[in-house]
């Protein structure tokens, strides 16, 4: 009987913490979920606002998801629900199909949580979490700074009472320009104020409040509820000066009641039209969800299970579907503040969604005032922290190749939009790390004197022989660089009359592939013809067992030796 339990606990994360939990855990717990609520609930609305979806997808997004996520995730801390790069990635393959405001957009927002669900269940049944790896971070850094941009842009439009549209940066500044003289000033000081005052409590409230000698857990509470107040001044205002009736535009009525549960009428049509998209959102909130997620967790010394973590977000996502919900993944800011606030298990997540409900089934009519502008500024300062300037800037100097992949990535998204970044930003980082590896760092190598270590002949002063060659290859051996080996050892080996021994220093090279196979054979064929041996030093165990099943070693015309010392002490030995 142990060995399912131990399989049905690695499925069900909750059967591990859960036996543990006590009084004081759900003390905790219900705390950081208070305060998570009511960050959250500002923030559900104006993510749904900005995926073009009604504001109540946001809270419905925002209930079972929770749940979902509690019984599969394996962080302790991460805050699951809308995001603001999943909800324009959501706007942005939506749009494409449906016009907003209509059915078949919501509809086309449902498939797409329920589709990247079941790419993401799958993906951790299959534990293909290693996908991710081919968005590096400079190229996620890229993409996120500018959706942090575009995201602001979008906004502005409800800042300054517009109907203006566009994609991407220059549809948008475009149509803001040709808007101008219609701005209303009443939704102008109503945005501008509050993203002033949200501004002004990120990042200067807590150190005033604390330095007139409010306590920092309360100045920290009282930051994290700016929003709401920030939502209940605007409300008052809307209804005591009639703002709707000066052109302020209002969120209206929202449905009050929990969402219907059920899949939606699809065709197959749609399913494949949104499979790419669902991929890309699936593979980028995973990306940022697990960078949250083994951040926190390394602070309590926890650990998290990426393949599990697939799992985790997936059924978020089917919950997200079956609750007429939208694409989710684990929020930074939100889950910095559940651990902040003293979350001890994903209960918390549980008793947030109970608040959300709540919300949803009580408060939704006294947001009928809420003007939109508030939920633009409410987007535009929570993604301030997105743009990552600082991060650009390391990169330029560390290294420019991936500068360039970070540069194009974020170059095609302000220009072309979100999904083609991203593909520009991967496919130009493979490209890059193909071209720099097909020309690996190779360096002939001298015995620095009085020791056993050989270094680079262009660095130290070291010891040569003329009739030894001593080569180290800084890189595994594959197909693109093969060649690039066999000429590069003909053209020093044809620059050395003198040499009579070719000794490749294999410390560095993790596999050897069938391409790169046929070369060390061809070298080693060209080499025999030209009277010059051919050795290898300090071949790492799995690279030596591959070469044992071929015949390479049978046709060697030197040795393999345990250390280039040895070879070159038996080569001297055998050649006095």
């Not at 566009?166 to 000033?185: H, K, Q, R, S, V």
């Not at 083609?420 to 690996?440: E, N, Q």
Request: aromatic share 6%; proline share 5%.
């Amino acid at each position: 009987m142990r060995l399912p339990a131990i399989r049905l606990q690695r499925y069900l994360p909750i059967l591990d913490w859960a036996r543990a939990y006590d009084r004081a855990t759900l003390t905790s717990d219900v705390v950081a979920a208070i305060i998570v609520t009511i960050m959250l609930i500002p923030q559900s609305l104006a993510y749904a606002m900005l995926a073009g979806l009604p504001p109540e997808v946001g809270l419905y997004a925002s209930i079972l998801p929770l749940v979902a996520y509690a019984l599969f995730g394996t962080s302790r801390t991460l805050a699951v629900g809308p995001v603001a790069v999943v909800s324009l990635m959501t706007a942005s393959a939506v749009g494409q199909i449906a016009v907003q405001g209509t059915a078949d957009y919501l509809t086309a927002a449902i498939v797409l949580a329920l589709l990247s669900g079941v790419m993401l269940v799958l993906m951790g049944l299959l534990r293909l979490g290693f996908l991710a790896n081919f968005l590096s971070h400079p190229v996620i850094s890229g993409f996120i700074t500018a959706s942090g941009i575009l995201i602001a842009a979008s906004q502005l439009k409800h800042i300054l009472g517009v109907a203006a549209g566009g994609d991407t940066l220059l549809e948008m500044i475009i149509a803001l320009a040709g808007l101008a003289a219609e701005i209303n000033p009443y939704t102008v000081a109503v945005g501008v104020g509050a993203l002033a005052f949200l501004y002004f409590a990120r990042t200067r409230l807590k150190p005033l409040l604390i330095g007139i000698g409010v306590a920092k857990r309360a100045a920290d509470l009282a930051t994290k509820t700016a929003p709401i107040l920030a939502v209940a001044v605007t409300i008052l205002l809307a209804v005591a000066l009639d703002l709707a009736a000066k052109g302020v535009p209002l969120v209206g009525s929202i449905p009050q009641g929990l969402p219907a549960l059920g899949f939606p009428q699809v065709s197959f049509e749609l399913i494949m039209t949104l499979a790419a998209p669902a991929f890309l959102i699936s593979i980028i909130g995973f990306v940022e969800s697990v960078s949250v997620a083994q951040t926190l967790a390394s602070k309590r010394r926890q650990r998290i299970v990426p393949d599990q973590e697939l799992i985790g977000l997936g059924a978020a996502n089917i919950a997200a579907g079956l609750s007429s919900g939208y694409p989710v993944t684990g929020g930074f800011a939100r889950s910095v503040v559940n651990f902040d606030a003293g979350a001890e298990t994903p209960a918390a997540g549980v008793f947030t969604a109970v608040g959300i409900a709540f919300a949803t089934l009580f408060l939704t009519p006294l947001l009928t005032s809420l003007p939109q502008a508030t939920l633009a500024a409410t987007i535009i300062v929570a993604v301030l922290s997105l743009v990552d300037f600082k991060a650009i800037r390391h990169v330029f100097h560390y290294s420019k190749a991936d500068f360039s992949a970070m540069a194009a990535t974020i170059i095609v998204t302000l220009l072309w939009g979100v999904e083609p970044g991203v593909v520009a930003g991967v496919a130009l980082s493979l490209f890059l790390h193909l071209y720099r590896t097909s020309k690996p760092h190779m360096a002939i190598i001298g015995q620095v004197p009085g020791t056993e270590h050989f270094r680079n002949v262009e660095r130290h002063q070291v010891l040569t022989d003329p009739q030894i060659l001593s080569i180290r290859v800084d890189e595994s051996l594959y197909f693109a660089n093969s060649r690039y080996l066999e000429d590069r050892i003909a053209e020093l080996v044809a620059q050395r009359p003198d040499v009579r021994h070719v000794v490749l220093m294999c410390s560095a090279v993790n596999a050897i592939d069938a391409s790169a196979l046929e070369s060390l054979e061809e070298i080693n064929h060209r080499l025999r013809d030209a009277d010059v041996t051919f050795h290898l030093t300090e071949v790492k165990g799995p690279v030596m067992d591959r070469l044992k099943r071929a015949d390479f070693l049978d046709h060697l015309t030197g040795r393999v030796f345990l250390s280039q010392f040895e070879a070159i002490s038996a080569i001297r030995s055998a050649n006095p």
